[in-house]
């Protein structure tokens, strides 16, 4: 029979709890950490002496308080201090980042990349590139405390080994490792499905905030998805779980890039918008599929249609998520913002017909509170994941 935590257990796993309480909520006083945590305060004031000594926080008096009596100490992030390296690989853009505790973005730079085959060692040289770039800015005190990576593909947890990406054309490919072994940092490099880290960062800091149980899908030229139940990711026994964008539709339909037909990627994807709109061409990407949506807005009855049509089939797949895990909201990013804004009454139709009372009546469908920057948040938290969860132990590892 297992012994019960022991008392340093308790207070490694406390010391993380306090830090993404601030990590995530930002300045905090002492008293409302002692009511959330359901602590003492001379608890809550050992576990800040600890983590103001490793650097991770700071304490100070707050600006204003209002109220008669000492006032309790706000416990505010180390943000210039501590980071990660956050990167978001997309099909048209590459976005490097350094982001500091409390997720506050200090540095960033960003290109687009030609459509193609994701040729990995110059993919990775141009991250590299860009990481150079920002930590020649940084002050000789900073430490960097791992580096997270987010990409439209299938990505083996484990390891960061990509096993498929039809819309960047590579299969099995040791992604977490090059780059790991080109920054030379002695970091941690952590991958995940972009979509996959698009629900974790609307669900920490989106407009998913509070919600255990919600759904986020992420349009880039494919459609991929992020479901989180009972506050945990899905992520399937290797890591594959939630590729909504493969599930069919419409039998016999649209072909794929994964082969098959019919998926609900090929049926409300960048193509399939642009193809039933007459549009597809030299100009592809979010500002075609922008521009259908101002067309439609105007009243070009040929774009109205071709929304309608992919705004369905949206609404469709939708529709079989909600039934089967009846989430408490679901998040379009990406390109479905605005496929999504432009289609709504059509998907809002499907949920109507299509979905059980019970699972609709409190469903809230709405567009990410981060923007274009879910995916390279969600990254920033895959990076912080191992300092959340053992803080003095992530720091030693790092020689910090």
């Given at each position: 029979m297992r012994?019960?935590?022991?008392?340093?257990?308790?207070?490694?796993?406390?010391?993380?709890?306090?830090?993404?309480?601030?990590?995530?909520?930002?300045?905090?006083?002492?008293?409302?950490?002692?009511?959330r945590m359901g602590l003492n305060r001379s608890t809550i004031m050992a576990l800040t002496a600890d983590l103001t000594a490793a650097g991770l926080v700071r304490e100070e008096l707050p600006r204003e308080t209002g109220r008669a009596g000492r006032p309790s100490l706000v416990v505010r992030p180390e943000s210039?201090?501590?980071?990660?390296l956050a990167y978001d690989i997309g099909v048209d853009r590459l976005v490097a980042a350094r982001v500091g505790l409390g997720g506050v973005i200090l540095d960033r730079r960003?290109?687009?990349r030609r459509r193609g085959v994701f040729a990995m060692e110059n993919e990775v040289e141009r991250l590299a590139a860009f990481t150079g770039q920002m930590?020649?800015?940084?002050?000789?005190?900073?430490?960097?405390?791992?580096?997270?990576?987010?990409?439209?593909?299938?990505?083996?947890?484990?390891?960061?080994?990509?096993?498929f990406s039809p819309n960047l054309g590579v299969f099995d490919i040791p992604l977490g490792e090059e780059l790991e072994r080109r920054l030379g940092l002695g970091v941690p490099v952590v991958v995940?499905?972009?979509?996959?880290?698009?629900?974790?960062?609307?669900?920490?800091?989106?407009?998913?905030?509070?919600?255990?149980?919600?759904?986020?899908?992420?349009?880039?030229?494919?459609?991929?998805?992020?479901?989180?139940?009972?506050?945990?990711?899905?992520g399937g026994h290797g890591g594959y779980g939630g590729e909504v964008g493969h599930m069919v539709v419409n039998a016999g339909g649209r072909p794929c890039g994964c082969g098959s037909h019919g998926c609900l990627e090929a049926e409300v994807g960048e193509r399939a918008l642009l193809e039933a709109a007459?549009?597809?061409?030299?100009?592809?990407?979010?500002d075609a599929v922008r521009a259908v949506v101002d067309a439609a807005d105007r009243g070009d009855s040929i774009a109205q249609e071709a929304l309608a049509r992919v705004g369905d089939w949206l609404g469709l797949g939708v529709a079989n998520l909600v039934n089967i895990f009846n989430p408490e909201i679901v998040i379009f990013g990406g390109m479905l913002r605005e496929i999504y804004l432009g289609a709504a009454a059509q998907v809002r139709s499907r949920i109507t017909t299509d979905v059980l009372y019970a699972s609709r009546e409190t469903l809230r469908l709405r567009t990410p509170m981060?923007?274009?920057?879910?995916?390279?948040?969600?990254?920033?938290?895959?990076?912080?994941?191992?300092?959340?969860?053992?803080?003095?132990?992530?720091l030693a590892r790092v020689g910090a």
């Open positions: 012994a019960g935590p022991s008392q340093e257990e308790i207070r490694r796993h406390n010391l993380g709890a306090l830090l993404r309480h601030v990590h995530l909520g930002g300045p905090t006083s002492r008293a409302e950490l002692t009511t210039a201090r501590v980071y990660v960003e290109t687009t930590l020649g800015k940084t002050r000789s005190d900073t430490v960097c405390v791992g580096a997270g990576v987010a990409f439209s593909g299938g990505v083996r947890h484990s390891d960061g080994f990509v096993r995940g499905n972009d979509a996959n880290v698009g629900a974790l960062a609307e669900q920490a800091r989106g407009v998913g905030v509070g919600s255990r149980d919600l759904i986020y899908l992420h349009g880039d030229v494919g459609v991929g998805g992020g479901i989180i139940t009972a506050g945990q990711l899905l007459g549009r597809f061409g030299p100009q592809i990407g979010r981060l923007g274009d920057d879910t995916t390279l948040v969600g990254a920033a938290e895959l990076a912080f994941a191992r300092v959340l969860a053992d803080p003095l132990d992530a």
